[in-house]
């Protein structure tokens, strides 16, 4: 059956985003990813192992469980995907582990990444690691400064973690750099964190990430007799985790889709990340999307607490998604997610990422009926953000 929100057209466009805007130097890349992937990654064989290292080595599937006591303070059945739980500590690593098979299959041994919150950097440094493979990882100099565990484990994995010192020195100008890398060294395999670049990396991570939505239906089905929920939330920087989270429901009018985004200090302050609210089309990455830029053209820099939704873009999916009104999105801002981070925290004893408890902040902005079943996507874990959580709640 065709999904027409998840097919793309023969240039990569969802509808009015996408595309695949690279240098001359690099077409021929993406032309042989695109050919590897659609000839190797729906064989038996790639398949097999795939799912073998998910469940041996990532731990899949990962629990849908229900949370009572945050579900009796929202008035509804709130069940939470424990991504926080998949070795690396969150959903990253799906889309490391795919990726990884795919650039051995293609016969690639230098393997460049970027990352915000370093949830991307080390799954990717682990599967180099796994795979015997050469690491180098992008990560803004801001970033590394507020997410110094993951930059220590990236090390520890045997990875080279290169500062990116322009702009914001955060996600956009780590993603800057490892482009400006892929381009001045075409050999090498730019394994990419989420559902943004050119064409057909929003194709390749979402269907990597997938596997997210195929357990939850399989779990809900189990445990209420439903395979579909009425609403899935999670949160999108460029988008990966959601788009894992909505993949098997795109096409289900029944379920609602809810994208949040990170308000930062506010929509209206300057201060923000809100790409579908505060975005219009523009190339960025290399796609067509939704992107936060001034009247001529220039990239507005973005602003979160949290390091990997402090992106002034969104994956050409979502963007797609939104636009058309297929998915809702909401923004929420540092302190409303610092609160539910707490709140997660001291009622259910899970200690989220920050950017999972943007998600989380969305029920407080939902209107909920008690029979509803929510999905909320539990992207990451939040040993990451303690230094950031224990300098915001000092009395802790």
């Not at 929003?202 to 399989?218: M, N």
């Not at 988008?239 to 809810?258: E, H, I, P, R, T």
């Not at 985004?261 to 960025?284: H, M, N, R, W, Y």
Request: aromatic share 8%.
């Amino acid at each position: 059956m065709k999904n027409s929100y998840l097919d793309t057209d023969s240039l990569g466009f969802y509808g009015d985003f996408g595309g695949a805007y690279v240098p001359e130097l690099l077409r021929p890349n993406v032309e042989e990813l695109d050919a590897a992937f659609n000839s190797y990654c729906f064989t038996e064989t790639f398949e097999n192992e795939f799912k073998q290292l998910l469940k041996d080595y990532v731990g899949r599937p990962t629990p849908l469980y229900f949370a009572g006591r945050l579900s009796e303070k929202y008035g509804a059945n709130i069940y939470l995907k424990r991504e926080d739980l998949c070795h690396t500590g969150a959903h990253k690593v799906n889309n490391t582990i795919g990726q990884i098979l795919l650039a051995k299959h293609m016969g690639k041994t230098d393997i460049i990444a970027e990352t915000g919150a370093g949830q991307h950097g080390v799954a990717t440094a682990t599967v180099c690691a796994l795979m015997g493979l050469n690491c180098i990882v992008y990560m803004g100099e801001k970033d590394i400064e507020r997410q110094a565990p993951n930059v220590q484990r990236m090390k520890m994995l045997g990875a080279e973690v290169r500062a990116a010192t322009s702009g914001s020195k955060t996600l956009k100008d780590a993603t800057n750099e490892a482009i400006r890398h892929w381009i001045n060294h075409p050999d090498s395999y730019y394994l990419i964190g989420s559902v943004v670049g050119p064409h057909p990396y929003p194709k390749i991570v979402a269907y990597f990430q997938s596997v997210i939505s195929k357990e939850i239906e399989k779990q809900l089905s189990e445990k209420t007799g439903q395979s579909y929920p009425d609403m899935v939330i999670a949160c999108v920087g460029g988008g990966s985790n959601a788009a894992g989270a909505f993949y098997q429901f795109y096409d289900n009018a029944d379920v609602k889709l809810v994208a949040v985004e990170a308000a930062g200090l506010g929509v209206d302050s300057g201060k923000s990340a809100a790409t579908s609210v505060l975005g219009t089309p523009g190339v960025l990455h290399g796609s067509l999307t939704l992107l936060m830029q001034d009247k001529d053209g220039q990239v507005t820099e973005p602003h979160s607490i949290s390091a990997g939704l402090d992106y002034p873009g969104i994956g050409p999916l979502h963007a797609h998604t939104i636009a058309t009104g297929r998915a809702k999105s909401i923004a929420i801002t540092d302190d409303e997610a610092l609160q539910s981070a707490l709140e997660l925290s001291q009622l259910e004893g899970i200690i989220p990422a920050l950017e999972s408890a943007h998600a989380l902040a969305a029920l407080t902005k939902l209107a909920l009926k008690k029979d509803d079943v929510v999905v909320v996507n539990l992207s990451g874990r939040g040993d990451k953000d303690m230094n950031t959580y224990l300098e915001k709640f000092p009395s802790l």
